[in-house]
């Protein structure tokens, strides 16, 4: 029987990446600038109790990034700093460059071969938030919206 999951978002989500926005905004991102200063950028603390209260209830953590594998041990090291625990860590291949869109829709494929099945998630970009509807995922949060009012 498949476990129970709950998705999080890191880049803007679990990380709160606002001090960093302006390396990748524009007509030139530099996405290696934007995940090397990540490290240096604050957890969410709201978002840090969701994914404690989600394995205190005992659904699986997973992270599901659009970040490339090359960022596994920073990300890795963050989430130590940051005392996240996870069951899952899921990122695109090195230079894979797709759509966040696309990459996320096979990593969701991936984490239910794994044995997952996500009844919710937590996620900061509309593409994705679509996304997670439209795979059947029964709770999606906009974290862009305060989240102290929902459960």
Same mark, same amino acid.
């Given at each position: 029987?498949?476990?129970p999951a709950v998705l999080f978002d890191l880049d803007g989500t679990l990380c709160d990446t606002t001090e960093i926005e302006h390396l990748i905004e524009g007509p030139d991102p530099d996405y290696h600038a934007f995940? =090397? =200063?990540?490290? !240096?950028?604050? =957890?969410?603390?709201?978002l840090?109790? @969701?994914a404690r209260r989600a394995r205190e209830d005992g659904r699986a953590v997973l992270l599901v990034t659009s970040r490339e594998f090359i960022w596994r041990d920073l990300t890795l090291?963050?989430?130590? @700093?940051?005392?996240i625990e996870h069951d !899952?860590?899921?990122m695109r291949y @090195?230079?894979?460059?797709r759509p966040a869109q696309v990459v996320k829709a096979e990593l969701l494929e991936q984490l239910r071969d794994d044995g997952f099945?996500?009844?919710? =998630?937590w996620e900061d970009r509309d593409d994705i938030l679509q996304l997670w509807r439209d795979a059947g995922i029964p709770v999606v949060h906009d974290t862009r919206e305060s989240v102290s009012h929902q459960p």
């Open positions: 029987m498949p476990r995940h =090397a =200063a990540s490290a !240096g950028c604050p =957890a969410r603390p709201e840090v109790e @969701a090291d963050w989430l130590v @700093a940051h005392q !899952g860590l899921y @090195a230079s894979d460059f099945d996500p009844v919710e =998630a």
